[in-house]
């Protein structure tokens, strides 16, 4: 008796211990969602957190069940071959420090294992639509403040000149010291001394630095007029970041959050409602911040992304009127790509074009000159440490860095085979979503709150997550965004959302079969 109420009263204790690790878990899931838009380290940490909660969570009593995928084979094979491809790499150091980023992976099970009902599913959704505003909100006040002193017209007297520097230039720092006006600039450069002052700029998408010798200013009454500027303004156009502090991951995460937005509000039933409006309103927000980016693969993978969804959840009237609203938009953004890149969309002057072009000749070269390199790959990073006697990168006289195309960096750092189970997980994916989509279709939606968040999200999810995909597989084509953590973070956001959505539905099903069985019987 008194056993058996010692065991009763230890599976009471696991219990509620198993209850607080779930509510801590659920919390992990809404920071991550909050903070991916936002930051890596913060939204790593809630990973990490997550991961170690979960991971705990065996260990008390009801145990957690794990629930199968049909992705799990492809996923695991995967990471698999990508860590046989870093133990058997040229650099096997550098290739096994960076299977902690292919660890990421993790987060599809994260999320789709834990959530446990499809309101708190949904409510994840929209906290990562939400709390994308927030750098939306922070590019438009950098614009509005602007940066640094932009140079409108410059005389050829000029110290600045003399270095190099030409009118449209943006200067942003001058010894590492933030410039805010001409002041900032004459506080260095009026101090005599041998060594010149190093003032870094914008122009365009490159930052070049310029070497100005100091104590030689122009005579004047005013800061502009000692440094031969005959006109100036605040910078405003620079390529916004968000928070990552670069362009391209920021546009790339604003792509799959936009793809979701668009989602949500094809499949949102009343579009003239404060649920419309607010989307509508994220809509605008994020579409102003992924033109600001001046990333012209991402622009395309949205309105790719967008095309897909609007296939798949509107009317052909309603696709009517988007095409024709949309042209003036695509007209638009290629000025303003001209005007802020001085390049057309297609290139072939464009040096961003020319690298590509360059390194993907080089890249599938060296993947097809050894058998080994086939099978196994070069490893992780291990170009860093090898392009010298590999000659990439033009010999070094292009920016070293990565192959700009998830194909071909996957095939040449872990081999052809899981390139081949890279394209067969996102088949499946994609399937999956198709089938998903095809069954939500026929759910009805309530009226009242049911109506403000019910079902439709659901469906709006997924419209999301396969219109975020496709887009984030054609921007993959010259880009290498499988790399960047930032994104496939919110990659895998995505999934797991979708695998947890599928588990909560096979139960639904399930439950739906079992209760008329009961009642045949």
Same mark, same amino acid.
């Given at each position: 008796?008194?056993?058996?109420?010692?065991?009763?009263?230890?599976?009471?204790?696991?219990?509620?211990?198993?209850?607080?690790?779930?509510?801590?878990?659920?919390?992990?899931?809404?920071?991550?969602?909050?903070?991916?838009?936002?930051?890596?380290?913060?939204?790593?940490?809630?990973?990490?957190?997550?991961?170690?909660?979960?991971?705990?969570?065996?260990?008390?009593?009801?145990?957690?069940?794990?629930?199968?995928?049909?992705?799990?084979? @492809?996923?695991? /094979?995967?990471?698999?071959?990508?860590?046989?491809?870093?133990?058997?790499?040229? +650099?096997?150091?550098?290739?096994?420090?960076?299977?902690?980023? @292919?660890?990421?992976?993790?987060?599809?099970?994260?999320?789709?294992?834990?959530?446990?009902?499809?309101?708190? #599913?949904?409510?994840?959704?929209?906290?990562?639509?939400?709390?994308?505003?927030?750098?939306?909100?922070?590019?438009?006040?950098?614009?509005?403040?602007?940066?640094?002193?932009?140079?409108?017209?410059?005389?050829? +007297?000029?110290?600045?000149?003399?270095?190099?520097?030409?009118?449209?230039?943006?200067?942003?720092?001058?010894?590492?010291?933030?410039?805010?006006?001409?002041?900032?600039?004459?506080?260095?450069?009026?101090?005599?001394?041998?060594?010149?002052?190093?003032?870094?700029?914008?122009?365009? +998408?490159?930052?070049?630095?310029?070497?100005?010798?100091?104590?030689?200013?122009?005579?004047?009454?005013?800061?502009?007029?000692?440094?031969?500027?005959?006109?100036?303004?605040?910078?405003?156009?620079?390529?916004?970041?968000?928070?990552?502090?670069?362009?391209?991951?920021?546009? %790339?995460?604003?792509?799959?959050?936009?793809?979701?937005?668009?989602?949500?509000?094809?499949?949102?039933?009343?579009?003239?409602?404060?649920?419309?409006?607010?989307?509508?309103?994220?809509?605008?927000?994020?579409?102003?911040? #992924?033109?600001?980016?001046?990333?012209?693969?991402?622009?395309? @993978?949205?309105?790719?992304?967008?095309?897909?969804?609007?296939?798949?959840?509107?009317?052909?009237?309603?696709?009517?009127?988007?095409?024709?609203?949309?042209?003036?938009?695509?007209?638009?953004?290629?000025?303003?790509?001209?005007?802020?890149?001085?390049?057309?969309?297609?290139?072939?002057?464009?040096?961003?074009?020319?690298?590509?072009?360059?390194?993907?000749?080089?890249?599938?070269?060296?993947?097809?000159?050894?058998?080994?390199?086939?099978?196994?790959?070069?490893? *992780?990073?291990?170009?860093? /440490?090898?392009?010298?006697?590999?000659?990439?990168?033009?010999?070094?006289?292009?920016?070293?860095?990565?192959?700009?195309?998830?194909?071909?960096?996957?095939?040449?750092?872990?081999?052809? #085979?899981?390139?081949?189970?890279?394209?067969?997980?996102?088949?499946?994916?994609?399937?999956?979503?198709?089938?998903?989509?095809?069954?939500?279709? %026929?759910?009805?939606?309530?009226?009242?709150?049911?109506?403000?968040?019910?079902?439709?999200?659901?469906?709006?999810?997924?419209?999301?997550?396969?219109?975020?995909?496709?887009?984030?597989?054609?921007?993959?084509?010259?880009?290498?965004?499988?790399?960047?953590?930032?994104?496939? *973070?919110?990659?895998?956001?995505? *999934?797991?959302?979708?695998?947890?959505?599928?588990?909560?539905?096979?139960?639904? %099903?399930?439950?739906?079969?079992?209760?008329?069985?009961?009642?045949?019987?």
């Amino acid at each position: 008796m008194n056993i058996s109420r010692s065991a009763a009263g230890d599976n009471k204790e696991n219990s509620e211990a198993a209850q607080w690790i779930d509510r801590a878990i659920i919390v992990c899931l809404f920071m991550f969602a909050a903070a991916a838009p936002h930051s890596i380290a913060a939204t790593q940490t809630a990973w990490l957190i997550g991961m170690l909660l979960w991971v705990s969570r065996f260990a008390f009593y009801p145990v957690s069940v794990l629930h199968k995928s049909p992705l799990d084979y @492809a996923l695991l /094979g995967f990471f698999i071959l990508t860590g046989l491809s870093a133990f058997l790499s040229y +650099e096997p150091m550098v290739s096994i420090g960076k299977l902690r980023a @292919a660890s990421l992976f993790t987060i599809v099970y994260l999320f789709a294992q834990n959530i446990p009902s499809r309101r708190v #599913l949904r409510l994840l959704a929209l906290t990562l639509v939400a709390s994308c505003t927030i750098n939306v909100l922070y590019t438009a006040g950098q614009r509005l403040v602007g940066r640094g002193v932009k140079i409108q017209s410059l005389t050829v +007297e000029s110290p600045l000149y003399a270095s190099g520097v030409r009118a449209g230039d943006t200067l942003l720092e001058i010894n590492g010291t933030r410039v805010n006006d001409p002041e900032d600039l004459i506080n260095v450069l009026d101090i005599p001394d041998k060594k010149p002052a190093t003032v870094k700029a914008y122009r365009h +998408e490159l930052l070049p630095t310029f070497k100005v010798q100091r104590g030689k200013l122009l005579a004047g009454s005013d800061a502009p007029q000692r440094l031969g500027v005959e006109g100036w303004s605040k910078g405003r156009d620079w390529r916004a970041p968000g928070f990552y502090g670069h362009y391209v991951s920021y546009a %790339e995460v604003l792509q799959l959050i936009l793809a979701l937005t668009v989602g949500l509000f094809v499949a949102l039933p009343s579009k003239r409602s404060w649920v419309g409006s607010l989307l509508s309103i994220a809509f605008v927000g994020f579409c102003f911040s #992924l033109m600001l980016t001046v990333t012209r693969a991402s622009w395309a @993978a949205f309105l790719i992304s967008s095309t897909v969804i609007l296939l798949l959840g509107s009317s052909r009237r309603a696709i009517l009127i988007v095409g024709l609203l949309a042209i003036p938009l695509v007209l638009a953004g290629l000025f303003f790509l001209q005007q802020k890149r001085n390049v057309s969309f297609f290139d072939q002057t464009d040096q961003s074009t020319t690298w590509r072009q360059t390194v993907w000749r080089e890249g599938f070269d060296l993947l097809v000159s050894r058998p080994r390199h086939l099978i196994f790959g070069i490893g *992780m990073d291990s170009i860093k /440490g090898h392009w010298r006697e590999w000659g990439m990168f033009d010999n070094g006289r292009l920016p070293r860095g990565h192959m700009h195309s998830n194909l071909l960096q996957l095939a040449l750092e872990r081999g052809v #085979l899981a390139l081949v189970l890279w394209l067969v997980l996102l088949g499946l994916y994609a399937v999956m979503l198709l089938r998903l989509a095809r069954d939500l279709r %026929e759910s009805n939606d309530g009226g009242g709150n049911e109506q403000r968040f019910g079902p439709w999200i659901d469906r709006g999810i997924v419209f999301g997550a396969l219109g975020g995909m496709i887009g984030f597989f054609a921007s993959g084509l010259v880009h290498y965004n499988w790399g960047d953590s930032e994104v496939v *973070m919110v990659f895998y956001f995505n *999934m797991g959302l979708i695998l947890a959505l599928k588990r909560l539905s096979d139960a639904r %099903e399930t439950r739906k079969t079992t209760s008329l069985l009961r009642i045949e019987i």
